[in-house]
């Protein structure tokens, strides 16, 4: 099942400018990730944000929660051509005695130079 | 941290022969194993997962299985392929709540 769905699918913008990723999901959560892949390669975890937290910053990164809305963002700030990747979100849910993670379909970002 | 090794890195077979992927971790011990598919520009589907050896949960049920023989060894096989496996296999390494997922580099699949 998909939990979490991003928006939009797909994202163009000049280097410099800053990048909106969106994420909704359905279920309550823990807390929400947010992960990278480059073309053909695996994916990379940027950051996580616990339920409990209403943004995060991570370098150029800034992740925003709202529990109430069941959404989450990804901004970008002063993007690179180096950012082009596609951009999953990420919450886990329970199974058994453990956790799995459900991605979303991703945002595919390109950066143009 | 964890590595999580995969190969091949890619893979082209012809439909009705057999597979074997395999998945490999280093860096920990009793990791959660998880394989996914990744069709062409989407998202991630959940296929397997492994909290230990020889335990196996499938996600969705198909022409795929998986095994565990050890603590950090998962396997993805199927003996006859068919032309809608093709796709991106990721194995990857998940310890549960609060924590990061690892992943290999993956394994693209052509059935032709």
């Known amino acids: 099942s998909q939990q979490g769905e991003e928006d939009p699918q797909a994202l163009s913008i000049q280097e410099g400018e800053n990048a909106t990723m969106n994420c909704s999901y359905k279920t309550s959560i823990n807390n929400l990730q947010w992960y990278r892949q480059n073309s053909g390669r695996g994916l990379v975890h940027l950051i996580l944000?616990?339920?409990?937290?209403r943004e995060k910053h991570s370098g150029r990164l800034r992740v925003t929660l709202d529990t109430s809305k069941k959404s989450s963002s990804l901004l970008i700030t002063a993007s690179r051509a180096a950012d082009t990747a596609s951009y999953f979100c990420a919450t886990d849910d329970r199974m058994d005695s453990s956790y799995k993670l459900i991605f979303g379909s991703g945002t595919r970002l390109l950066v143009r130079p | 941290s964890q590595t999580i090794h995969q190969w091949p890195a890619t893979l082209v077979q012809p439909v009705g022969s057999p597979l074997s992927l395999e998945c490999t971790v280093e860096?920990?011990?009793?990791?959660?194993l998880y394989w996914y598919r990744q069709a062409a520009g989407r998202g991630l589907q959940l296929l397997f997962y492994s909290v230990g050896i020889g335990q196996i949960s499938s996600e969705v049920p198909q022409n795929l299985s998986a095994s565990r023989p050890q603590d950090r060894q998962f396997i993805l096989s199927s003996k006859k392929l068919l032309l809608s496996d093709s796709g991106f296999y990721l194995c990857?390494?998940?310890?549960?709540?609060?924590?990061?997922?690892?992943f290999g580099q993956g394994t693209r699949l052509t059935v032709v």
């Open positions: 990857a390494c998940y310890r549960g709540r609060g924590t990061e997922a690892f």
């Open positions: 860096g920990t011990s009793n990791p959660n």
């Open positions: 944000i616990r339920s409990n937290e």
